[in-house]
T-cell receptor
Framework: QKEVEQNSGPLSVPEGAIASLNCTYSDRGSQSFFWYRQYSGKSPELIMF????GDKEDGRFTAQLNKASQYVSLLIRDSQPSDSATYLC?????????FGAGTILRVKS | GAVVSQHPSRVICKSGTSVKIECRSLDFQATTMFWYRQFPKKSLMLMATSNEGSKATYEQGVEKDKFLINHASLTLSTLTVTSAHPEDSSFYIC?????????FGSGTRLTVV
C-alpha cells in the first residue's frame, strides 16, 4: 500500500475556475503536510504546509486537512494558465518527507 | 527565504565514469540534507539522508557504494554517482529542512551515455 496517494490526473480546469487537488496518507501519526508545485524539468517549490485540522489560506491557495479521514487537499481559486504544473503532496514521517506521485493540473485559457 | 544551490544543473557523462553533484545551503546551516531521484513522470524517491559529520542513511534498495554521499560541513553536501551507467540517468535533487519546511535545490539532470 502506497503511503501517500494522489490521483495522477491530468485534472483540467478552465481559467478562473477552482482546482481541487486531493491526497490521502496511510500513517495516522503523521503531523505535517506539504503541498509542492513542480514545473516540468524543475525542482519542487513549496506552496504551503499545514499542521492542524481545518483550512489554511494563503492568497489563492487553501489547504484543507482532515486527520480523522487521513485526507489533505489543496484548492486553487481563480486558476491561471501559469498554475499548470504537477502538484505534489508530501507527508512528514520522522525526519523525512514522503511524496505522492503528483497530480498534473492543466488550466485552459 | 532559505536557498539551496545545486550544481551542476545538467551533466552528460560516459558510462563507467563518476559524477559529483554539490548542494550548498547559502544563508543557513543545513545539518541534514536529503537526496532524491526522480524518473520522468514519476514522483521523488528518497535515496538517502546525510547528516553533517556522520555517515549517510540510505533507503532500502539504494546502493551506498554506488551513490557516495559526503556532508563534511554545515553548508555543503555532495552526491557522487560512481561508475555511472545509462540506467542511472535521472533527475537528482537535494533538499534541506528549514523553518518553513523543506527547500529544494534546482536539481541536476544526469544523462549517462
Amino acid at each position: 500500500q502506497k503511503e501517500v496517494e494522489q490521483n495522477s490526473g491530468p485534472l483540467s480546469v478552465p481559467e478562473g475556475a477552482i482546482a481541487s487537488l486531493n491526497c490521502t496518507y496511510s500513517d495516522r501519526g503523521s503531523q505535517s503536510f506539504f503541498w509542492y508545485r513542480q514545473y516540468s524539468g524543475k525542482s519542487p517549490e513549496l506552496i504551503m504546509f499545514i499542521y492542524s485540522n481545518g483550512d489554511k489560506e494563503d492568497g489563492r491557495f487553501t489547504a484543507q486537512l482532515n486527520k480523522a479521514s487521513q485526507y489533505v487537499s489543496l484548492l486553487i481559486r481563480d486558476s491561471q494558465p501559469s498554475d499548470s504544473a504537477t502538484y505534489l503532496c508530501a507527508v512528514k514521517g520522522g525526519n523525512k518527507l514522503v511524496f505522492g506521485a503528483g497530480t498534473i493540473l492543466r488550466v485552459k485559457s | 527565504g532559505a536557498v539551496v544551490s545545486q550544481h551542476p544543473s545538467r551533466v552528460i557523462c560516459k558510462s563507467g565514469t563518476s559524477v559529483k553533484i554539490e548542494c550548498r545551503s547559502l544563508d543557513f546551516q543545513a545539518t541534514t540534507m536529503f537526496w532524491y531521484r526522480q524518473f520522468p513522470k514519476k514522483s521523488l524517491m528518497l535515496m538517502a539522508t546525510s547528516n553533517e559529520g556522520s555517515k549517510a542513511t540510505y533507503e532500502q534498495g539504494v546502493e551506498k557504494d554506488k551513490f557516495l554521499i559526503n556532508h563534511a560541513s554545515l553548508t555543503l553536501s555532495t552526491l557522487t554517482v560512481t561508475s555511472a551507467h545509462p540506467e542511472d540517468s535521472s533527475f537528482y535533487i537535494c533538499s534541506a529542512r528549514t523553518v518553513d519546511g523543506y527547500t529544494f535545490g534546482s536539481g541536476t539532470r544526469l544523462t549517462v551515455v
